[in-house]
């Protein structure tokens, strides 16, 4: 399992993100530097902002590492959450492994752990960028005479580069539009990119944030699928007995649609054949053992995978 998860990582090439720019973020004096000045417009994509209300007066220094994703014990009251990304450098074409998220959140009571590291982790980006975690939604808390948004703090630290602090929200807070930070949609505090979308899976909500700090990245994006096939689209996402995939091949070649879970492991080859350029379509019936969650649906040309998409399976 070990060599198919190596093998996935290794051929993992991100599909590039079109989105206008936000200022960028300062790295540390470490005498590195990035030339971003070849970065074509339609591969602008947005770095972490910061929130307006920075660290905030709970944080506690030195929390425990956590190697699995988990931040809670299974007995934690409150909805379970479980959010996954990747960490990607300021223009989105390379992937940072072994960047720290350190994490903490108030309860279900929206009270926060201040003595000991109750909903506190450090969670390790792995050899390809990615990151999981496993915990409960936030509960509001009282600020003033209104509610906090459901929220989660995050420092961010790539390996040699200064730490990057943070929130992120939820879409569908209704406290967010009242809120002095999560209201803000423009600017150095601009929380727009910072509030992310939920998905109900069988009681455990389940989201994705792909995280854009500065970093040494590697496993460089080329945009492979402009030239050589894509993944259209798939339908219906969440799905939950079978998902169509449609995709197109750009020029004669051996086209593979494989579906990996959430552990980079190859689970199913739904098509491997010579194609002709064109536009086809392919199902996915998965078996009735496997467990819900997310999935990535990947298209490879002559062995090469060259675009992804993420599918849910309910």
Known sequence: MKK????????????????????????????????LSNVKPQEACNPLTQDYYGTGPFYTPNAPISSDGIMMPSDEVGVRLKLS???????????????????????????????????RRKIISNSAGFYNLETILPGKYLNGSSYRPSHIHVKVTTPGFSTFTTQ?????????????????????FDATDRIIPLVDNAGVLEGTWDVIVDGDGILSADDLHLTNGMIYNVSP???????????????SSKASIEIYNLQGQLVANVENKQLNANKYSAVWRPESFMASGLYFCVLKINDLQVHYLKILKK
């Not at 998860?5 to 599909?15: E, I, P």
């Not at 996402?237 to 020029?251: C, E, L, M, R, S």
Request: hydrophobic fraction near 40%; include cysteine.
């Open 4 to 35: 198919d998860r190596r093998q996935f990582l290794k051929n993992t090439t991100l599909a590039v993100i079109a989105m206008g720019a936000s200022p960028l973020l300062t790295k540390a004096d470490t005498g590195k530097s990035r030339d």
């Open 85 to 119: 990304g990747i960490i990607k450098n300021l223009d989105c074409t390379e992937v940072i492994p072994d960047t720290v998220l350190d994490l903490w959140h108030a309860n279900d009571a929206g009270a926060y752990d201040n003595t000991g590291f109750g909903l």
């Open 168 to 188: 992120l929200y939820f879409e569908g807070d209704t406290s967010i539009a009242g809120d002095a930070a999560a209201s803000i949609t423009s600017g150095t």
């Open 237 to 251: 996402n969440p799905f939950t007995d079978q998902v169509t995939i449609n995709y197109g091949v750009f020029k």
